[in-house]
């Protein structure tokens, strides 16, 4: 009984590493990605016409009650972007804002993506509960990108327009 919980205590702590180093390891690797490829390149994001401009996401999951209390991972690298307040609605602020929204989006879905990295290392009957927390610890932050990332550019279209008009 000992040798077996001794066991599952070692794959726990190995697991509770891969995942950090993989959620630390794949964020670093984004943000050092050149911000133009975010905005104008490959990594743009775009939204579909089904999610009706975001408000899909709120509609099925009240994105808009609990969006503001999920951790904010921008923090934990310098020289990275907090996205928990937007400065000002300038053009400039609101480009950067929509650059760390695609960030945080593609950053996500490659820590999904990743999941078969850590099934390398583990016995099958874990897979399902390694399928469950990359999803589970992910897809919330997509969700809201997904959610936001229509309002902030209607909003930077809004604001060209009128600097445009000045």
């Not at 066991?7 to 190995?14: C, R």
């Not at 009706?52 to 934990?76: A, C, H, M, T, Y």
């Not at 020289?79 to 300038?90: C, I, P, Q, T, V």
Request: proline share 4%.
């Amino acid at each position: 009984m000992f040798c077996k919980s001794k066991k599952i205590f070692k794959l726990l702590f190995l697991n509770a590493v891969l995942w950090g180093f993989i959620h630390y390891f794949v964020s670093y690797i984004f943000l050092h990605v050149d911000d133009r490829k975010y905005f104008s390149g490959p990594f743009r994001l775009k939204s579909y016409t089904f999610e009706k401009s975001g408000s899909l996401w709120n509609k099925l999951f009240q994105v808009r009650k609990w969006k503001d209390i999920v951790p904010e991972g921008g923090q934990i690298f310098t020289g990275s972007y907090n996205k928990s307040e937007l400065k000002d609605k300038s053009p400039a602020v609101l480009k950067s804002f929509i650059i760390e929204i695609n960030r945080a989006e593609v950053t996500h879905w490659m820590i999904i993506f990743s999941l078969p990295f850590i099934l390398l290392f583990n016995p099958r009957w874990t897979y399902i509960i390694h399928g469950i927390y990359a999803l589970a610890s992910n897809t919330p932050f997509i969700i809201i990108q997904r959610y936001n990332r229509p309002r902030f550019e209607r909003l930077y279209a809004r604001q060209l327009k009128n600097d445009d008009l000045n």
